[in-house]
C-alpha cells in the first residue's frame, strides 16, 4: 500500500498562490498515478490534476489548466501541486490519491484507494 500525507493548504486573497506537497511512503512504484482531487462541502469531489511518476506525464482537469502544475521530486518522494491565480471557487479541502495503475480516466475517484487526510484551501476575496 501507499501512504499519502498533504501539506500546504493555507488561506490566501484571490490571485494568490499556495503549494501543496503530498508526500509518498509504502510500497509504490512507476506505475502508480497519483492525482490531486478537491472536494467542497456539500458537491461532489472531482479530479483536480495527475501524473504518472514513471513516464512525468501530467493530466489537468479544465479549470487547472493555465493555473495549476502538477510535478513530482523523485528524491524526495514527493508530488507538488502548485496553484496560481487562485479564485474564490478553488476554496476546497484537497486530497491526493494513489492509484496501482496507470492515470487513464484519472479523474474518477472512485477509482483510488489510499487517500492522504487532506490540506484546506481558503481563498478570499
Known amino acids: 500500500q501507499v501512504q499519502l500525507a498533504e501539506s500546504g493548504g493555507g488561506s490566501v486573497r484571490t490571485g494568490g498562490s499556495l503549494r501543496l506537497s503530498c508526500a509518498l511512503s509504502?510500497?509504490?512504484?512507476?506505475?502508480?498515478?497519483i492525482a490531486w482531487f478537491r472536494q467542497i462541502p456539500g458537491k461532489v469531489r472531482e479530479g483536480v490534476a495527475a501524473?504518472?511518476?514513471?513516464?512525468?506525464?501530467?493530466y489537468y482537469a479544465d479549470f487547472a489548466k493555465g493555473r495549476f502544475t502538477i510535478s513530482q521530486n523523485n528524491a524526495k518522494n514527493t508530488v507538488y501541486l502548485e496553484m496560481n491565480n487562485l479564485r474564490v471557487e478553488d476554496t476546497a479541502m484537497y486530497s491526493c490519491?494513489?492509484?496501482?495503475?496507470?492515470?487513464?480516466?484519472?479523474?474518477?475517484?472512485?477509482?483510488?484507494?489510499?487517500w492522504g487526510q487532506g490540506t484546506q484551501v481558503t481563498v478570499s476575496s
Open positions: 490519491a494513489a492509484r496501482g495503475r496507470g492515470c487513464a480516466n484519472w479523474w474518477d475517484f472512485l477509482d483510488f484507494l489510499q
Open positions: 509504502g510500497n509504490f512504484n512507476s506505475r502508480n498515478c
Open positions: 501524473i504518472s511518476p514513471g513516464a512525468g506525464t501530467t
